[in-house]
């Protein structure tokens, strides 16, 4: 079974940087996408963004310019680098990772910035 470890999170300053890590048990290369999404309480779970095989990403409007995604296929782990947060971005960060018709969830994060 797929494992996805999540680290990272914290409480933050609006304006500030965090940097969250997701660590697959296996190799990730076959996965055909690989993302991160969030959800508030009361709120509907959202994608945030994602990274497809090929090395293509997509962001949500509301981070884009602001949040990078990228991957390390040798250290079998994705990172969310969050740039310039905003009290809005406060939120249980979950990575996901998807191959064929199987997807896999972490176990979440929290992230609350501050203003």
């Known amino acids: 079974q797929v494992q996805l470890v999540e680290s990272g999170g914290g409480l933050v300053q609006a304006g500030g940087s965090l940097r969250l890590s997701c660590v697959a048990s296996g190799s990730i290369f076959n996965f055909n996408v690989m993302g991160w999404y969030r959800q508030a309480p009361g709120n509907q779970r959202e994608l945030v963004a994602r990274i497809f095989s090929g090395g293509s990403t997509n962001y949500a409007d509301s981070v884009k310019g602001r949040f990078t995604l990228s991957r390390n296929d040798a250290k079998n782990t994705v990172y969310l680098q969050m740039n310039s947060v905003k009290p809005e971005d406060t939120a249980v960060y979950y990575c996901?990772?998807?191959?064929?018709?199987?997807?896999?969830w972490g176990q979440g994060t929290q992230v609350t910035v501050s203003s």
């Open positions: 996901n990772a998807r191959r064929a018709v199987n997807g896999y």
